[in-house]
C-alpha cells in the first residue's frame, strides 16, 4: 500500500480554493495494468449543498397537527380572549343603566356568552384532534452489548500469523493484510469467531448459526437482566444482520429461544449494511407510534463466520482486516410508566439512501472473484459516495436540530450563493451547538478522520467512537451503541443532552438518530456494559505504522 499526494481543485464557479493533501490507498494487480484506488478521505461536501434537502428538512420540522392547531386555534383563542374582557366589562357597568337599556345589554351578553362558549369547545376540539394526531413518544429504556469470552480476543499479531497459516494468500495479499491492519485503528483486543480462528478453519453454517446465538442471546440475557422485562411482554421484535439470513430467519430464532407470544411483530433485515442498526430503529418507531402501549426489541449484529473471505482480490480483503465479532439489543417504549426508567426519548431520524446513483449502489458489492471465492469488495468511488450521502442527510437534519441562529447564517449564505450567484464561502453550521455526544460508525479510522475535519469536531467528541474501532473493531451496525455505552460509561451523559448517532452502509446509505437523555446516566450504572472493568484504562493512544 502506497500513499499518493494529489492537488485537489474545486469545480465550481467559487475562488479557487489552497490545494489540499490527499492520502490514498493504492492497490495495485500485478497480472494487469488496472489500478485501484481507494481514497482515504471524504471530499470537502459542505462546499456543494442542495436546496432540496433543505427543504426537506423543514418539512419533517412540519407537523401538520401543529400547524392547524397553530393556523386555527391561535385565532380562535385571541377572538375568545377578546370576547372574554367584553363580557367582563358589560358585567361590571350595565347595572348603571335603565331598565330598557338593561334588557339590551342582558341579551346582547346571552350572544356573547354563546360565542365564547362555541369559542371554547372548538378550541378544546382542535386540543383533541392536536393531541390524538400526536405521535406516541419512543423511549429508549435501555440497551445492551455483547462481549465475548475472553478466549475469542486475537491480537493484531495473532490475526496476521493465523492468516499466514491458512495457506490460502499469497505473499502479496499477506502483506498487503499486514499494511491495513498496522493503520486500521484496531487494537490488540478485538474478537473473532471460533470457526474462523479453529485450525483450520471451520466456515460451516453450523458455526455461523453457533456465532449468531452467541452473540444475540448473550446481548439479549444482558438486557432482560438489566431491565428486568419479562419475554412475554415483547410486543416487537426486530433483527437486523446484512450477510448472514438463515432459514428459519434469525428472529425466529429468538422467538424459539425465548418462546416469544405468538402475535409478536417479528421483522427480519438482511443485506442492507452497517447503517441497518438505524434502519431498525426508525422501524420500531413506526411501529411503536401505530401500536400504543407495547414493547420493542431491536438486536443488531453481523455474522462474520459465513463471510471471511480467503481469495486474493485486494479490494476484498480489507473487510477481514477490520470486521470482527459483537452485536446489541436495544429495549424501546411507548408506554408511559416506562418514562421515568428510561435513559433516552427518539427525537428524530432521518434516513438517505442513494441507491438510485449506479456507483453509490456498486461501491460496497457482494460478489465472487475470478477464481470463484465469495467477498464484499469495496470500490475506489467509496470515499466519495459515502461524502455525497452524508451531505445529504446532514443537509436534511440541519433544520431538525440546529439553533436557530446557525440556521439563519446557513440559509442566508445558502441563498447568496444559490439564488444571488455571489463568490462567497459556504457557511458551515456548528453542529457541537446542536449535540453534546457523537457516535458515528467506527467504520474506520480513515473515515473517522474525515468526518471530523468535515464537522470540526474535536478529540473528545470523536473519543467513544474512536476507542470502539480500537478495542471492538468495526462491528458492523451495534458499534453505534458500543460508543454510546463508552460514552455512558465514563459519566458523561447528562440530563438533556443530546446524542447524534450516524452511520453508513451499503446501497448506499447513510441514516442518523437523534436522542435525548432523560436523566442523568452516572457510571455505577453501567454495570453489564462492555466498557465497565476497562474504561478506565482508556483513552489510549493510537499509532499507525
Sequence with gaps: MERSISGEKNTNNIEMKDERLLAEVAIFEESSSVVIKIRRKLPDFLNSVKLKYVKLGYGYSCNPATLILFFLGLPLFIATSAQLRRLAYKVDVFALFSDNYLRMTQTALL???????????????????????SPYPVYLVDFACYKPEDERKLSIEGFLKMTEETGS???????????????????????????????????????????????????????????????????????????FNPTPSLSSMIVNHYKLRTDIKSYNLGGMGCSAGLISIDLAQHLLQANPNTCAIVVSTENITLNWYFGNDRSMLLCNCIFRMGGAAVLLSNRGGDRGRAKYRLAHTVRTHKGADDNSYNCVYQREDDKGSVGVSLARELMAVAGDALKTNITTLGPLVLPFSEQLMFLATLIRRKVLGAKVRPYIPDFKLAFEHFCIHAGGRAV????????????????????????????????????????????????????????FGSGFKCNSAVWR??????????????????????PVEVHAE
Design 111 to 133: 350572544l356573547d356568552t354563546a360565542t365564547v362558549l362555541v369559542g371554547l369547545f372548538v378550541l378544546v376540539f382542535l386540543l383533541a384532534i392536536y393531541w390524538a394526531k
Design 169 to 243: 494468500f499469497e505473499d502479496e495479499s499477506i502483506q498487503f493484510q499486514k499494511k491495513i491492519a498496522r493503520r486500521s485503528g484496531l487494537g490488540d483486543e478485538t474478537y473473532f469467531a471460533k470457526g474462523i480462528t479453529s485450525s483450520p478453519p471451520n466456515l460451516s453454517m453450523r458455526e455461523a448459526r453457533l456465532e449468531a446465538e452467541s452473540v444475540m442471546f448473550g446481548a439479549m440475557d444482558s438486557l432482560f437482566k438489566k431491565t428486568g422485562i419479562k419475554p412475554e411482554d415483547i410486543g416487537i421484535l426486530i433483527v437486523n444482520c446484512s450477510l
Design 517 to 538: 437523555a432523560l436523566r442523568k446516566i452516572p457510571a455505577k450504572e453501567c454495570e453489564g456494559n462492555p466498557w465497565f472493568d476497562c474504561v478506565d484504562k482508556y
Design 448 to 503: 473517522l478522520d474525515a468526518v471530523q475535519k468535515n464537522l470540526d469536531l474535536g478529540e473528545w467528541h470523536m473519543e467513544p467512537s474512536r476507542m470502539t474501532l480500537h478495542r471492538f473493531g468495526n462491528t458492523s451496525s451495534s458499534s453505534l451503541w458500543y460508543e454510546l455505552a463508552y460514552t455512558e460509561a465514563k459519566g458523561r451523559v447528562m440530563k438533556g443532552d443530546r446524542v447524534w448517532q450516524i452511520a
